[in-house]
């Protein structure tokens, strides 16, 4: 029996959708961590507070599992875990992302210039800095998998925790799941959605100064500039409410949190999506804007960049390709060519022979490269 424990996040349904299954082998334990998320699938998982009796609870049972499957790290309890874990129970990790790239000893590279100065003023004139709750570095080395649907971000971990972990495909997005009922259609939109969060790392404020160049301008014209802002730091989201009425012509902020077909309704409305990341984030969006035929520009920065160009997908820089297309619609030939990528990969019955492999990985304890 391998143990997941999950947190209250956006994604947790997915995760619970396919691991619930008699012939997953799954015990399935949300910890909730006041993030405010919440999930439907409550029939099909213990709800356990921390701290609590019933976490002392859990740790004294750990050794009866074969694997424990800790999706994220972000919370002191995950430490609590892996420090109780008897050896021969083996822990796997989802990476989310933020457990590394929001290290302050790393964070920088990953943050842009004007940005990141914007950070700095913001933490001096507060006297504050934002620091969150990070594992300690050293307990990497106890972790035997590192799970993740980008081998280029594996690498990444594996080299910078200096650790021997392996690693194993997986990723809760499933095109059908992700999609629902958009999956039949296709952007028929002009607008650009920009960013998908009011997150520090999407580097918002130095991609809003290239869009001001003229070269970029042009490319908006009338364009409405869709900007989510509904999570992430308050002090970006009021910046931006400020600045992005300024710099775009149409600014359409989205300030609240949208139920998903929501969201990809709004995402049918645009034919092109520009992500600034350099760090890995955003799949979701990069994966529901392929299919449904817009054009994405990443950052030539980030992993997820290298890693959607290796298995072949048509995908842009917005570094050097936004000011050769701009907002310019994809050809059916382009976007028949990433649909038939994304169905070798993130169909719903390859994520779930994925799930059932990573299963069959801790519960047989052997790895596969």
Known sequence: MVLHILSDDKFTDYVIDQFSNDDMQSDLVVIPSGAGHSFKRCDKVRVISYPSSQFVELLSILGGYSGIVLHGLFWPFCEEIIKAAPHNVKIAWYFWGGELYCRSEIANSFIAPITNFLYRLHTIKNNT??????????????????????????????????????FIWYTCYSLEETLGDVISMRSGGNNVLFCNSAALENNMFDATLRLQKLAYKK??????????????????????????PICFKKFVPLITFLPREEYNRIMLDCSTLILPYHSPAGQGNIITALWLGMRVYLSEKSIAFKYFKRIGIKIYSFENDFVKYGCEKLSDDIVDHNK??????????????????LISILESNNATE
Request: hydrophobic residues 35%; proline residues 4%; positive net charge.
């Open 219 to 244: 490319h908006l014209r009338d364009r409405h500039v869709v900007m989510p802002l509904s999570y992430g730091s308050p002090w970006i989201r009021n910046l931006m409410l400020k600045l992005g």
């Open 340 to 357: 038939n990528i994304l169905l070798k990969v993130y169909c719903k019955e390859q994520v779930y022979l994925n799930a059932k492999n």
């Open 129 to 166: 800095q934002f620091k969150s709750w990070q594992l300690p570095l050293d307990l990497y080395k106890r972790i035997d998998y590192c799970i993740t649907s980008e081998v280029e971000e594996y690498e990444f971990a594996k080299e910078y925790t200096k650790s021997n972990m392996q």
